[in-house]
């Protein structure tokens, strides 16, 4: 029975000047290419020094074993199996991508639930357009969102596409024109009025969390970005709000995600109006922690504030003693957002300005998801209709 198809390992040693060493661990034949698999171990040179690169290093040493037969014996690389593609060559690709965690998690759980139970089994050669048709046809009847769905889409077409540039399939079996899903928008997104926002701060009782609240509602900045604001982001002297960095999962990851055509290092800074200024300077001085780097929001530890704990005992019991409705993935943090564009929106008429006050790249996003228009514009919009086609009569 030939070689099975090897991804080696990876071993960790501590120098005795406490730096880290990796060592490779992989089989290989002997010179001429045949005869017995022996073990080889490498140790990489000080100058690889995180996991990431080491595994940059065994990628590139069992390449060439693998597409040579050291793979699966005496088949091509097209017989290689879509599990394998998924477990030796993806992981190389996304750590050269450097991907956000919460990319890697929606990235994990799209391939854990729904596109290696579907492929795993299936040689990269075999695989057609009528395949990826059927596992599509597979998830729209499963009632998945349709922006969800074409997520996954989109990542099934990504990991074809490294089959594809690793010579391992000559042609993408994903094509656009027949399988990419139409996102609809499945309901309207939340966004609260100006007496509902103040209802709901009423509805709060601690001081700290109706700051947080009016944190939100005074910047439309997003839920990473806030929970993740220290008190050094926060300049009352220049009335400023500089957001670098954001809480994931309790964890501050410097920097914001990039734009798609941004390369520099991205910020997102908002003015601070006199209400919110009043506000954070006596949230500031009520503080127990204030080093510059101490969150802003945080619990009574200092550690950040849990964003799903904040939801069900602070946000959600508002809303419900309001009878506002709470809408699945709707009635978060996000909500202000929505609720700071359409405002903005309303009372400056200025789209481009509630795109600079949320941060966003193009204009189109801001017009198409995030303003709302409510019952006074379109009464005005059916008067102005009604005056341009009538006159003044």
Not at 213 to 230: D, K, N
Not at 324 to 347: D, Q, V, W, Y
Request: charged share 25%; proline share 4%.
């Amino acid at each position: 029975m030939g070689q099975s198809f090897q991804k080696g390992n990876i071993l960790e040693r501590r120098r005795r000047d406490g730096t880290m060493a990796y060592q490779l661990r992989y089989r290989v034949r002997g010179p001429d290419g045949v005869g017995k698999w022996e073990w080889q171990t490498e140790t990489l040179p000080r100058s690889v020094v995180t996991k990431k690169q080491a595994d940059r290093e065994l990628a590139t040493r069992l390449r060439p074993i693998n597409e040579a037969g050291g793979g699966i014996a005496g088949a091509g690389s097209g017989s290689i199996k879509f599990s394998v593609l998924v477990e030796s060559y993806w992981p190389l690709y996304v750590a050269n991508q450097n991907m956000r965690p919460g990319t890697l998690d929606a990235y994990a759980a799209m391939l854990g639930k729904w596109i290696e139970p579907f492929f795993k089994d299936f040689a990269l050669a075999e695989i057609t357009s009528s395949h990826v048709s059927k596992f599509l046809g597979m998830l729209d009847r499963t009632g998945l969102a349709s922006k969800y769905r074409r997520n996954i889409y989109n990542l099934v077409n990504e990991i074809f596409d490294v089959a594809v540039a690793n010579g391992l399939i000559p042609s993408n079996p994903v094509r656009s024109k027949i399988h990419r899903p139409a996102v609809l928008q499945d309901q309207e997104k939340s966004a609260l009025s100006s007496s509902q926002c103040w209802a709901v701060i009423a509805a709060v009782t601690k001081r700290q969390d109706k700051a947080l609240l009016w944190t939100f509602m005074l910047t439309g900045m997003r839920q990473g970005e806030v929970l993740g604001l220290r008190r050094m982001d926060v300049d009352l002297e220049s009335k400023k709000i500089t957001a670098t960095n954001v809480l994931y999962r309790g964890r501050l990851l410097r920097g914001l995600k990039k734009h798609k055509r941004g390369r520099k290092p991205r910020q997102h800074q908002v003015l601070i109006p006199e209400m919110l200024e009043m506000i954070l300077r006596d949230h500031l001085e009520s503080s127990s922690f204030q080093g510059p780097e101490d969150f802003l929001f945080h619990k009574d530890d200092g550690s950040p504030v849990d964003p799903d704990v904040f939801r069900s005992a602070v946000l959600y019991p508002a809303l419900r003693q309001l009878g506002i409705p709470i809408l699945r993935r709707a009635s978060g943090f996000h909500m202000f957002r929505h609720t700071a564009a359409s405002l903005i929106n309303k009372e400056t008429g200025n789209m481009k300005l509630s795109q600079a006050q949320l941060g966003h790249a193009n204009v189109q996003l801001t017009a198409d998801v995030y303003t709302h228009v409510d019952e006074t514009q379109k009464k005005s919009a059916a008067e102005a209709l009604e005056r341009g086609i009538l006159g003044n009569l």
